[in-house]
């Protein structure tokens, strides 16, 4: 659609630009968990008019600050009533950042409709980090200095990502929808999703995936602890007299409580370095030996105890073969070694293994293998699990 700067003008003047609601979730369990604010132009003629019909007009022209600040406002007023935990996000324009008196003009906006700061979220995109990343730091400092959380939005778009996170206090990092969109079918997304995933939990940031459409995406996402999510699966930015109806609208389908629910029971809703903590003390204190073998068969990753059965240290099998630890039995597990590459599930193969040294008993082993796979259920490795029944 093709408007002037006069209409512009003209819509600011009679208090068109509205702001519009979409919800943000917690992904494990489909709850509300705040909205990000996104400007409309609610044209008397032709209904709601999309920002990148009349935003970049408004910067161009040096009305980008009064439009934010109509959109704050009213954003405020809406929402006031908001039960303590929700949250609004807004997306500030890379122009506002070049001034020092954003941070008071969002401050002024809040107090004067009573809307506590530690309840809004401000988006920076990476793109308007680029041209004067101190005065950005400048701002955002205030901004958390007032108790605002900090957001990076389209994180990996951009350039110098990891400079601008330890440049600037942020909070939250938003995965781009672009990733988003193909991660269910593209590996090369998955992984970068998964990375930015991981490098938020690091820097002990909240996720947040743009752009989610579909339960595939969604649970993918909750798969690799990404936390909060929005799209069109929960819902479409609609007017602040929706909120009512959004917020007691069902957004978990069965397939999706059921792994909600799983991974509850798994203690997988705990921090990253704690569940590794969990995880590791029940990997060593096992009374089976373990290893995670990769698809060329090698050792990544073992405890004490299948150590000790192969003779040699932990440090001695990380990145060698199956068939260079142990050579004389290697021909007899071949064979289920490359099943379970194929996605095979072989549970307790009996086997014997002889004395390593003379005058020693040989031992009896059940061996099971389980094929792992990523997000996608493509086989990445093999879990290796020997359990030593010759007393039995």
């Not at 600050?65 to 908001?82: H, M």
């Not at 921090?271 to 990769?294: C, E, K, N, S, W």
């Not at 040294?357 to 879990?383: F, H, M, N």
Request: proline share 6%; with cysteine; aromatic share 6%.
């Amino acid at each position: 659609m093709l408007v002037t700067i006069s209409e512009v003008r003209g819509a600011l003047e009679n208090g068109e630009i509205v702001p519009c609601f979409q919800p943000i979730v917690e992904l494990r369990n489909g709850r509300v968990a705040g909205f990000e604010v996104l400007a409309r132009w609610d044209h008397p003629e032709c209904g709601l008019i999309l920002p990148e019909n009349f935003i970049s007009l408004a910067e161009q022209n040096g009305l980008i600050g009064e439009l934010t600040q109509q959109v704050l406002r009213k954003s405020f007023r809406s929402v006031r009533t908001f039960e303590e935990p929700l949250f609004l996000a807004v997306n500030v324009s890379p122009i506002q950042l070049r001034y020092l008196t954003l941070a008071r003009q969002i401050h002024d906006a809040a107090a004067d409709h009573e809307f506590p700061l530690n309840r809004l979220t401000v988006e920076i995109t990476e793109s308007a980090l680029v041209n004067n990343l101190q005065r950005a730091r400048e701002i955002a400092i205030d901004l958390r200095e007032m108790g605002c959380e900090l957001a990076l939005d389209d994180f990996g778009t951009g350039y110098s990502s990891l400079r601008h996170l330890q440049a600037l206090p942020f909070n939250k990092l938003k995965i781009d929808r672009s990733f988003v969109r193909s991660m269910v079918y593209e590996r090369q997304s998955r992984k970068i999703v998964a990375a930015v995933v991981g490098l938020g939990h690091s820097l002990d940031m909240i996720t947040i995936a743009e752009g989610i459409e579909t339960e595939a995406q969604a649970e993918m996402l909750v798969w690799l602890g990404c936390e909060l999510g929005q799209g069109w699966l929960f819902g479409h930015p609609r007017p602040s007299e929706s909120i009512p109806e959004i917020l007691v609208a069902p957004r978990t389908s069965p397939r999706f409580s059921v792994l909600a629910s799983k991974m509850a029971a798994a203690g997988l809703d705990a921090h990253p370095t704690q569940r590794l903590a969990q995880l590791r003390a029940i990997y060593d204190g096992a009374p089976v030996g373990l290893a995670f073998l990769d698809r060329n068969l090698r050792y990544i990753s073992l405890n004490e105890r299948l150590a000790d059965m192969n003779g040699a240290s932990v440090a001695d099998h990380l990145g060698r073969t199956v068939s260079e630890m142990i050579p004389a039995h290697y021909p007899s597990v071949e064979p289920y070694l490359r099943r379970a590459l194929n996605g095979e599930v072989i549970p307790n193969i009996r086997a014997q293994r002889p004395a390593r040294k003379p005058g020693q008993p040989g031992r009896t082993v059940l061996l099971s293998y389980q094929p792992v796979t990523d997000e996608a259920g493509d086989v990445i490795g093999i879990s290796l699990a020997v359990l030593d029944v010759t007393e039995l």
